[in-house]
């Protein structure tokens, strides 16, 4: 059973930055994708970011540029550095991994951009 425990949610003000942070445990294999995912009031989840274990990366356009998905495999961590985030921003973030066939996901985040 992997549990995932993020940290680095909080309020910040339109055009800041906040790092996310998530730390897997439980697996001893390495963890083939880690990702972020949201979910904005109102609305669905959605896919942020994610990165396989041999460096690949898929990001939703409307954060392309601003964040930047990075891991540890090592460690089975990864982050999420947002920069100049944006209202459209506020959300719970979600950390996913996916092992052998399974999604993983931690109690997620919040983050709030005030305008």
């Known amino acids: 059973q992997v549990q995932l425990v993020e940290s680095g949610g909080g309020l910040v003000q339109a055009g800041g930055s906040l790092r996310l942070s998530c730390a897997a445990s439980?697996?001893?294999?390495?963890?083939?994708?880690m990702g972020w995912y949201r979910q904005p009031p109102g609305k669905q989840r959605e896919l942020v970011a994610r990165m396989a274990s041999g460096g690949s990366t898929n990001y939703a356009d409307s954060v392309k540029v601003r964040f930047t998905i990075s891991r540890d495999n090592a460690e089975n961590t990864v982050y999420l550095q947002m920069n100049s985030l944006k209202p459209e921003d506020t959300g719970v973030y979600y950390c996913?991994?996916?092992?052998?066939?399974?999604?993983?996901w931690g109690q997620g985040t919040q983050v709030t951009v005030s305008s």
């Open positions: 439980g697996s001893p294999f390495r963890i083939s994708v």
């Open positions: 996913n991994a996916f092992l052998y066939g399974i999604d993983y």
